[in-house]
């Protein structure tokens, strides 16, 4: 290596292949989706939660209609931050909605990361103590940043290992499950309290982050092979995936907990059904494909999103300090993740943690979709009507979502609208100082470059 440090992002084109960048994504969507939000989704809507799964994979299909069009027309790696600056330019728009985006995935990986501390306590009988679940959470975290550091290559590999192991394992889990149990009914005649349409439309919007990890496969952009064929593909195969192994589960869970079973183990709700039907091998087999899934969600995850800021370091809409660290821009990007993602799975329940991950996504989701049908029709040439229903639908969903959460918890709310106020205000000094400080520069180049 050179004496200087080299402070750019280095991209590999052509790394990734087809079934890496299914892996990729579908690493990131069964990740959480599955192992946590089904209790909470079921707490929310009732025995209706299998079809708010359906719902949330309805919204998202129309979601990604505007990503492959973008990407197939611009293909680069840092996805979304990329997509954003397409529409909006060098403006608050695209960094307020980028860092949205970055915020809702660090937010993602603690999710995973408690997730991954919950099951592995069934093991023990749980967590009487509550410490121990947010400190296997933090180790998980650290070893994905290990791992990070040893490159791209490591993680592909790493990940599709994961990858097929954890698929066949929830297959298998969901296939048992629905063989043993007595009916595979799900009872939909009653669904009780929960069963207004503001709650399934919230339900539907936790269901969303199941399948949210798509977006990670847009960020891989020109690393995929043959991007403008393969990253529209890769999106449709993993919703497709997703949709039929969360059904599966839905119904495997359903038909082996009541729903008051289903609610009371809502951060552990699969290796709960699992007991009944297993007994304890049951239990330590699907803990184990949970501890496989959260870790190799969050392998890919802190991958993406650390590239992610660092492309927005590049394009000057992040503030950025190297705190003396030596290396790339992207290394750097990758311990503020790190950090930031330990901070959270140390202080925040489950609930709250996915609850502030919805909220910011869909802003960001709509954000795009303006985007397309505002300004870069014509370029991606998209249709109008897709984009369009996918803001009405990205609405209600978050609408019922908030809705529910004021009258449920109104202090997450309070969070989100307070993140957001301060993203934005922060942003838009940034942005003015970096106008100026871009004029006077002009003026002093040459001064400084001596």
Not at 16 to 37: D, E, H, K, Q
Request: net charge neutral; charged share 10%; proline share 2%.
């Amino acid at each position: 290596m050179s004496s200087t440090h080299d402070r750019t992002t280095r991209y590999q084109k052509g790394s990734l292949t087809l079934p890496g960048t299914v892996m990729l994504g579908t690493g990131v969507m069964i990740g959480a989706g599955i192992f946590a939000l089904t209790g909470q989704m079921a707490q929310m809507t009732g025995v209706l939660f299998p079809l708010a799964f359906l719902a949330a994979a309805v919204i998202v299909s129309f979601s990604a209609y505007s990503y492959i069009k973008i990407s197939n027309a611009y293909p680069s790696a840092g996805g979304i931050g990329m997509y954003l600056h397409k529409a909006y330019g060098n403006r608050l728009p695209t960094a307020f909605n980028a860092l949205l985006m970055y915020f809702s995935m660090v937010i993602a990986q603690s999710f995973l990361a408690r997730t991954f501390g919950s099951y592995t306590m069934q093991l023990f009988d749980g967590d009487e103590s509550g410490r121990m679940v947010p400190i296997l959470g933090v180790s998980l975290i650290l070893a994905a940043f290990l791992i990070n550091l040893l490159g791209n290559r490591m993680i592909q590999g790493v990940a599709s290992f994961i990858g097929i192991l954890k698929i066949g394992g929830i297959l298998v889990f969901g296939l048992v499950g629905i063989w043993i149990a007595d009916s595979v009914s799900v009872d939909f005649s009653s669904p009780g309290e929960a069963g207004t349409f503001g709650n399934f439309l919230g339900a539907t919007a936790l269901g969303i982050l199941a399948f949210k990890g798509f977006t990670t496969i847009t960020n891989s952009g020109s690393e995929v092979i043959d991007p403008k064929r393969n990253v529209g593909r890769a999106i449709i195969i993993s919703i497709a995936a997703c949709v039929v192994i969360y059904t599966l589960v839905g119904f495997a869970v359903a038909s082996n907990l009541s729903l008051a079973e289903i609610i009371k183990t809502q951060d552990y709700s699969l290796a709960a059904a699992a007991r009944p039907a297993l007994g304890d091998y049951g239990v330590w087999f699907t803990v184990a494909i949970a501890m496989m899934a959260t870790a190799g969600g969050i392998l890919a995850s802190i991958f993406a999103v650390s590239r992610m800021l660092a492309m927005l370091t590049e394009m000057k809409l992040v503030p950025h300090s190297h705190f003396g660290m030596p290396g790339s821009i992207q290394k750097h990007t990758l311990v503020y993740t790190v950090v930031l993602g330990l901070i959270l799975t140390a202080f925040f329940d489950l609930s709250r943690i996915a609850a502030l991950g919805i909220i910011f996504y869909l802003i960001m989701d709509i954000a795009i979709h303006w985007g397309v049908l505002r300004y870069l029709r014509e370029d991606v040439k998209a249709n109008v009507w897709v984009p369009t229903v996918a803001i009405v639908l990205d609405l209600l969903a978050l609408g019922g979502f908030v809705w529910v959460k004021l009258n449920t918890d109104l202090f997450v709310i309070g969070v989100a609208v307070v993140t957001m106020i301060v993203i934005a205000v922060a942003e838009q000094l940034f942005l003015k100082k970096a106008t100026e400080a871009e004029e006077v520069g002009h003026k002093e180049s040459h001064a400084h470059h001596h």
